[in-house]
Structure formats: C-alpha cells, structure tokens
C-alpha cells in the first residue's frame, strides 16, 4: 500500500457516546486483518492539553512515552491496539491556536489576514496527516470530539470535509456515531434524533459513509432501512452499537455487524485475512469466567467520578483476568478517613490501593490508610502520590519523625522527605512542566519489585513535580524501608517496598498507562495475586 487511508469519526445527538471505543474497536480488527492501522484524537477545547485540568472536568489525563498529556481516549487505543501513541496523537484547539498565532509572529504568514479558513483549517488539515505521512501506517483513524453543531467543532468538521475531498474517491471516509433513544412511554426506538444529525453533518457539506447507532435495543431491520433511506446510506452502512456488558466486548460486536468489512470496502481495500482475534477471546473469556472475587480499596480524592482513575481501573480488569479473578474495585474517598475511622472502612479488603493526585486535599487519610496497610499486613500499592504518602507514613511513624511531609503539603516541615525537584522550583507555568514521559528505573536484585519485573532495567511513565528527598534515604533504609528501584541518570529514588509484609511497594511513576489486554502490567498482576493469597 503507498496512500494512507483515513477514517474519520464524528458523533452526534449527544456526547460520551463511545466514540473512542468504536474507533478503537475497528482499529482492532483492521490490525487484526493485517493493517497497520493507529487512531488519533482532535480536542476542541482551547487548553493546550488536558494536563491543566481536573479530573472532575474531563476524567484523567493520560500520558505517553514522549510525555504529551493526552486526553483518556488515547488509553483506549493503547489498551485495544498494544501499540504506543506519541504527541502526534492528540491534538486541542489550544494546540492549533498556539501554533498558528506563533507563526504569524514569527512572519510566516508574509502579511495575510490570519483567518479560520484557510489558516486553522490548513494547521488542523497537516496535523490530521503528520502520522499518514511518516510511512508506518496503511489507515489512520481520526476522532473529532465534541457533537456536531457544536460552535467549537466548526474547525474540525470543516478541516474534514476539505480533506476527504483532496484526498480524493475511497481515501477518506466518515463514519457517524448517533443516538437512537428508546422511549418507554411509546414503547419504541426513535430515528429522528440520529435523522437531524446527520442532516446537521450535510449542512457542513460531509455526508456520512457510516453510520453507527448506539442503542439499549435491537434495531429491527424496518429501522435500518429507515435510517438508511432517510440518512442517505447503504443499508449494510447502517450499524447497530449495542450496550456491552464491557468495553472489551465491543469488537466482536462491531465484527458481527460487519464495520470493517463496510469500512475496508468504502476504502477500496482488500479484506485480507479473517482478523485473527485468539487472544483478544482468551482474555475475554477470562474476563467473563472468574474462578474467585477479590475487594481492592481504591483510596483517591476524585473518586465521585470513575474517569479520574480510568487507566488504574481497566489495569486491574487486564490483572484480573490475568489471574482469573473477579476484581471489585470498591472507590473510598480520602478526605473522610482518619485515625477513628479508617479501620471501619478498609477492614474487609483484600488489598487497597493509595492513587495518584495533586495537592494537600485527603492526603492525612492517605496516610492513615498506609499505615492501616502496613501494621494489619494487607498488600498494598502506591501510585505516584500513594508512593510518597507511604514513605510520609513510614518516616513518621517508624523512624519517629514527627511532622515529616512533602514541601507540596507543608512548605515548612521540619522533615521535608519528599520535596521539589530542583529544576521545578523557579516553574510559574503548571502546563507541560512536569517530570513527563518515560524515564529508565534500575531495579535492585533479590527485591519485590525485581520478582514483579524479572528484570534489572524498566522504562514507565512519569507525572509529578515532587520528588523522594534522598537526604533521607540512609536515615529510611536504615529503618527498613528498601529503595529498590533508582532511576540511573538522575539518582532519584522510583520503587519503595518493605521486607517483612506479603506485599507493600509503592512507584513514583504510573504503570497503569502502560497496561493493555495483550500485556496486563505486571505490578497489577502480581499484586492481584498478592490479593488472592491473602484473602486465602
């Protein structure tokens, strides 16, 4: 193949639709038919990236090898495709403003009225083929957030239809995910909204190639070819999304209803092989036939909204299968626990999980939770912030340092064991300024992280400002605490663990972006297992 295939997806009706998971879903099978195929995301809010925003606004931020903060959907690809994503792969309005506005400073526009079109369309247009053109993929997969009719999607829908027709007959095709909403009072599926949405798609002058309902029942075959007639499609263009009992089921679903093969006939590709979707079935399987349960206390501070811990709650569905077990993963919010209360709630778990955050909000009941860990002998985990709250924990209660902190906390604790980087502490910018991206950790041999690994050297992905203070690390190894995991060039400490527990570790980088199907990180996997012992 020399001309790279595109595929667009744009939503209508209403947004959180699953527009990620069908883009990831038909990259699945196209990759299992034999096609290098990759997906990227196009924002329309106007941060530059998701890395400046509450996990309340917008679920987690999810990070790459090269350190871009992404948005949650390129987890998605990651976890369907097991292939890593880079900056290229998500791209905001912010990003694409910024740019433009700096090359006009820069001259490059030689005098031009700067406008949306051509100037934005034209920035959105190249960013939307930097991957087409690096030669590695046959079909690239773009998403465009947001629904259209939205004022902010305006650029996106536009920069769509000008490309599809440049890149010319069976190069580029839509694919449009609606609604088609039961309601019970009638007792029947309603095709107008998904009518009017696609209607909107024709007034920016796209016509959609497919279109994809979503729906809580079965589209007869009446409703097809309504929808077909009336949206303008074929009939075996219109495709039926049905509620999943889980994401992972959903390219099977798409397979049943012939989405590749539509697709890859739009495109004027061969279909190849069957997708070859063996292992795909035996995690699935897995998934489905637990042999027993285990209950995994996830302490956090944004746990009202299940998005905040997207990558670490999918980590575990990949663990549990891995070990064949059912894991419920039951959210306990920080800021209410205590001294007094935390036995109460953590007393029935299995095993319990201190997550990743920013700023002093719950952290004394993450400490609290630690400690409850450690004395009572439940395996445990700590994630990034969970890492530094445990040697907090155990710099205070163990080596009898009272008031020790992070300088994140408390700018003035008398025993700061986690403090700034060095090169953080003159930062006034909070976006992109972080320790991002993959950094290498040694890891020491004959210690728990190095059974979990097996191996002596591990890349994983970073996101923090505050650091282990190695001024105290003598003073913490003396009083059992093992720093087993050492980044190589810079000296800092990653992988805290403790000896005489049935599991107690704790990272400063974040594993559960790094977990898919075909390859469930193995901290989590080992720490199911830890779980399942325990609970025995």
């Keep these: 193949m020399n001309q790279t295939k595109y595929i667009f997806v744009t939503g209508g009706v209403t947004s959180s639709l699953g527009k990620g998971i069908i883009a990831a879903s038909l990259a699945k099978l196209l990759q299992a038919r034999g096609y290098r195929t990759t997906i990227q995301k196009f924002d329309p809010y106007i941060n530059v990236d998701p890395g400046t925003l509450n996990p309340y606004e917008h679920g987690e931020c999810f990070v790459t090898d090269d350190g871009a903060e992404t948005d949650l959907d390129l987890g998605h690809y990651e976890r369907f495709l097991n292939v890593p994503t880079s900056q290229a792969n998500n791209v905001t309005t912010g990003r694409v403003y910024l740019s433009v506005i700096e090359k006009e400073r820069r001259g490059e526009f030689l005098g031009k009225t700067v406008q949306v079109v051509p100037h934005i369309t034209n920035e959105i247009k190249e960013r939307m083929q930097l991957l087409g053109k690096s030669g590695d993929f046959d079909i690239v997969i773009t998403e465009i957030g947001g629904t259209v009719g939205d004022i902010e999607s305006l650029p996106y829908i536009e920069s769509v239809r000008q490309l599809v027709w440049e890149l010319g007959e069976n190069n580029g095709i839509v694919i449009h995910l609606t609604l088609v909403p039961y309601l019970s009072a009638a007792g029947e599926l309603k095709t107008k909204p998904t009518q009017h949405s696609v209607k909107t798609l024709m007034e920016s002058g796209i016509k959609a ?59 004027n590709l061969p279909k190849k092989a069957a997708p070859d979707l063996k292992n795909w079935n035996t995690f699935l399987h897995r998934l489905k036939h637990p042999k027993q349960t285990v209950n995994v206390g996830l302490i956090g501070k944004y746990v009202e909204l299940q998005d905040s811990y997207k990558s670490i709650l999918e980590a575990f569905i990949h663990a549990g299968a891995a070990n064949q077990t059912k894991v419920n993963v039951i959210s306990i919010h920080s800021e209410y626990l205590d001294a007094n209360s935390a036995k109460e709630q953590l007393k029935d778990l299995d095993g319990i999980l201190v997550a990743p955050g920013f700023g002093g909000r719950g952290i004394e009941g993450k400490i609290e939770t630690v400690r409850y860990a450690r004395e009572n002998n439940i395996p445990f985990f700590g994630i990034c912030l969970g890492m530094q709250m445990a040697v907090i924990e155990y710099a205070r209660n163990v080596v009898k340092l009272k008031d020790a902190n992070s300088t994140e906390m408390n700018e003035e604790t008398p025993y700061p064991v986690i403090s700034i980087m060095e090169e953080q502490k003159n930062v006034t910018d909070k976006g992109g300024t972080m320790r991002l991206g993959a950094w290498k950790c040694d890891i020491t041999e004959g210690t728990l992280a190095h059974t979990v690994y097996g191996k002596n050297q591990i890349q994983e992905r970073h996101r923090h400002r505050y650091e282990f203070n190695n001024e105290y690390r003598k003073q913490l190894e003396d009083a059992g605490l093992t720093a087993s995991g050492v ?46 012992k325990h609970k025995k």
């Excluded at 070819?225 to 099977?252: G, H, M, W």
């Design 487 to 532: 980044n190589p060039d810079t000296g800092l400490v990653e992988i805290i663990e403790l000896k005489n527990h049935p599991f107690f570790i704790g990272v400063q980088y974040h594993p559960e972006y790094k977990s898919t199907v075909a390859n469930p990180h193995p901290i989590f996997v080992s720490f199911v297992a830890a779980m399942v």
């Design 209 to 267: 190639d497919i279109l994809v309902c979503r729906t809580e029942h079965e589209l007869s075959d009446d409703l097809r070819q309504k929808l077909a007639l009336f949206c303008n499609v074929k009939r075996e263009a219109v495709i039926q999304s049905i509620d999943a009992s889980t994401i992972y089921e959903v390219p099977n679903l798409m397979l049943e209803e012939g989405l590749d093969i539509v697709a890859l006939k739009k495109l």
